[in-house]
Nanobody, 114 residues
Framework: QVQLVESGGGLVQAGGSLSLSCAASGSRFSINIMGWYRQAPGKQRELVAVILRGGSTNYADSVKGRFTISRDNAKNMVYLQMSSLKPEDTAVYHC????????WGQGTQVTVSA
């Protein structure tokens, strides 16, 4: 069983920056995909960014050029650097990982004020 624990959410003004971190533990196997999804109130969970073990990345169009995903395979960590934040980025951000199955973290709140 893989546990994912996020940290780094909070409140920021529009145009500001935040960094999220996620620590994965409990995996006996290499983690293939790690990433971030988000869910705003009343909306479905949506992809933010994912990164493969080899470093390939994929971003939602809405965050391209503003967010950067990275990972540390040795530490089983994934990071999300968010800049030029907008009120529409407000959501609960969930860490995601695939190790034969999909795993999700509890989420961390990101609130961007206008």
């Amino acid at each position: 069983q893989v546990q994912l624990v996020e940290s780094g959410g909070g409140l920021v003004q529009a145009g500001g920056s935040l960094s999220l971190s996620c620590a994965a533990s409990g995996s006996r196997f290499s983690i293939n995909i790690m990433g971030w999804y988000r869910q705003a109130p009343g909306k479905q969970r949506e992809l933010v960014a994912v990164i493969l073990r080899g470093g390939s990345t994929n971003y939602a169009d809405s965050v391209k050029g503003r967010f950067t995903i990275s990972r540390d395979n040795a530490k089983n960590m994934v990071y999300l650097q968010m800049s030029s934040l907008k009120p529409e980025d407000t959501a609960v951000y969930h860490c995601y990982a695939t190790v034969r199955s999909e795993y999700w973290g509890q989420g961390t709140q990101v609130t961007v004020s206008a």
